[in-house]
């Protein structure tokens, strides 16, 4: 039961960097403009949720 949680919170957060990162393409790559703020808060985000799973995965495998 626990580990289907696990796996809707990964597929939960996927998606939602998956929306962020396609609304960063259209917006550059398409139109041109570039928003270095919306960059940085996705670069900030993702390196806080891998930082986070890594942890929590490695509590779960008990690797100190």
């Given at each position: 039961?626990?580990?289907?949680?696990?796996f809707l919170d990964i597929v939960l957060w996927f998606s939602?960097?998956?929306i962020v990162a396609l609304s960063l393409n259209v917006e550059y790559g398409y139109a041109g403009i570039?928003?270095?703020?919306?960059?940085?808060?996705?670069?900030?985000?993702?390196?806080?949720?891998?930082?986070?799973?890594?942890?929590i995965l490695m509590l779960l495998l008990g690797i100190d």
């Open positions: 039961m626990e580990l289907e949680y696990f939602i960097y998956l570039p928003n270095f703020g919306r960059a940085m808060a996705v670069l900030i985000g993702a390196i806080t949720v891998g930082y986070v799973m890594n942890h």
